[in-house]
């Protein structure tokens, strides 16, 4: 049974041992309780354990926070983010998708998410009800923080996926007993943003080494600004919120010390996992290898994840091209010309950035960002620009964008004759300058599960789709479908249209 499986607890050794010393099979019949009843929400419960019996303790809790995040990083899993990229080929980035999106798609992540979700509720009921016993008053809100943050993560990746969702938290009962009906996706992002807000405030600004890897409040802010600029886009657009996301990225920004990886081709080496770049991640480690790196090919790409050939002609020439993304073998081929799929691949999570034991045994321990601080800078500067008075760009949103764009090209001074790589400037117009942001978060933050995001809220879907041969739009492309079984069950759910 893995107990752990992202930057959470993997990493410390302590915490392993005080979660092997919990009652095993307790845990393993909590666990299944919360696994067996998320994909259809409305399943009985398995046993009698709930959170009055078992959170009595704060390594009970934490060990339950580790368990709502197990299924969502694992390796040759589609109900994870390890291997849960075949649900996200219909942006412009992955190769090989369609538009035939059949009545189950994304069910296996659906599915995780509320197992997740869940497990922090049960958690976050047993703080409410005091029946966590010999802890402080500050170790409760640091634990009751984490479990706020985990939720709101997977609120957040549900609400953008598939929509209106139940609102279910600690004040309500769990789907086993109460059915709900969809929220508006305003009532969502208002639970969304109380858990992060509550989370910034009582999560610690870092943790020590034997704890690394935990939510911080620089974490908590930055998901924060993620979530506002999205309900300023659509579908919400609420533009508001771009003042919102601003202040909320410029928490982070503020934070002594933190600052982007000086060299694009370290951002995900092995010795920078913990890198003041990396607010969250989802990892693995020598004793839980999650992700695979095994390719189908020689060319040493992250061959179940092809690219589209078109990112390469978009793409400028830059360090960073070269450091993410991957369109020549060892050999010096190029991708057209190779043997079996002539397709360019992702580089981040494969290697120079794992290990040649680890590329032989099928496995790896890369890391798989959730925010990043250039993710952070992006968001600021667009926020920044779509909330300031002014027509052309603002001096603080440029210089935010402009300290990506410089470590794409190699570092502050290096200038590239391509356009598509220049500076930017406050002489660009509002429009110009978003039209930046979209493309720096496009090739800054590939292959990390945001392009498809950025498609939706940008309404930009329609503009790429027409790679598909014979696809036409439709509005609810923007969406997921809700797995079939959850609407059978639920009779308060109503499908997402064109489904």
């Excluded at 202040?247 to 060299?263: F, I, S």
Aim: proline share 5%; glycine share 6%.
């Amino acid at each position: 049974m893995r107990i752990v499986s992202i930057q959470f607890f993997k990493t410390q050794h302590k915490m392993k041992n005080i979660i092997i010393k919990i009652n095993v099979c307790l845990i393993a019949m909590m666990l299944l309780l919360t696994q067996n009843s998320c994909t259809d929400l409305n399943e009985q419960p398995l046993s009698s354990i709930s959170p009055q019996t078992f959170y009595k303790t704060i390594p009970q809790c934490e060990s339950a926070l580790a368990g709502a995040m197990a299924r969502l990083y694992s390796e040759w899993n589609d109900q994870s983010y390890g291997y849960g990229w075949i649900f996200f080929k219909r942006d412009d980035q992955l190769a090989g998708g369609n538009d035939n999106i059949p009545s189950e798609h994304g069910k296996p992540l659906w599915g995780s998410h509320w197992a997740a979700i869940l497990n922090c509720n049960g958690v976050l009921k047993a703080i409410k009800n005091g029946s966590v016993e010999g802890a402080s008053a500050t170790e409760i809100e640091v634990v009751a923080a984490q479990a706020k943050f985990i939720r709101a993560w997977n609120y957040f990746q549900l609400v953008r996926l598939w929509g209106d969702l139940p609102v279910y938290n600690e004040d309500v009962e769990d789907p086993t007993i109460l059915a709900l009906p969809r929220a508006p996706i305003a009532e969502v992002y208002k639970q969304i943003i109380s858990d992060f807000t509550y989370a910034s405030e009582k999560l610690p600004s870092s943790w020590s080494d034997d704890k690394r890897g935990r939510p911080s409040k620089s974490a908590a802010f930055g998901l924060m600004a993620k979530a506002y600029v999205t309900m300023a886009t659509f579908p919400m657009n609420a533009k508001e919120n771009y003042a919102k996301a601003r202040d909320a990225a410029k928490k982070v920004m503020d934070e002594p010390g933190r600052m982007l990886t000086p060299k694009v081709e370290d951002v995900f080496k092995r010795e920078n996992k913990y890198s003041s770049e990396m607010l969250w991640s989802l990892i693995s480690n020598a004793a839980d290898p999650m992700t695979s790196v095994q390719i189908w090919n020689t060319n040493e790409g992250w061959g179940d994840n092809a690219a589209e050939a078109r990112l390469d002609s978009l793409w400028p020439a830059q360090p960073r091209k070269t450091a993410y993304f991957q369109t020549v073998n060892a050999a010096g081929q190029s991708y057209r010309t190779w043997d079996g799929t002539q397709a360019p691949f992702c580089r981040k999570f494969v290697q120079p950035n794992v290990t040649q034991g680890e590329w032989d045994a099928y496995q790896s321990q890369a890391n798989m960002a959730i925010i990043r601080f250039a993710d952070v800078l992006l968001i600021y500067a667009e926020a920044s620009n779509m909330a300031s008075g002014g027509s052309n760009a603002p001096q603080d949103a440029v210089d935010a964008i402009n300290k990506v764009i410089d470590r794409a090209n190699g570092g502050v001074g290096k200038v590239n004759p391509d356009p598509r790589a220049s500076r930017a400037s406050t002489t660009w117009t509002k429009q110009e300058f978003d039209d930046r942001v979209i493309q720096e978060r496009n090739f800054e933050l590939c292959f990390e599960y945001d392009r498809w995001f950025d498609l939706i809220r940008k309404r930009l879907l329609a503009k790429v789709t027409p790679k598909y041969t014979g696809y036409v739009y439709k509005e609810s492309d923007n969406l997921w479908p809700i797995p079939v079984l959850d609407i059978q069950q639920n009779k308060l759910f109503v499908q997402n249209p064109g489904y």
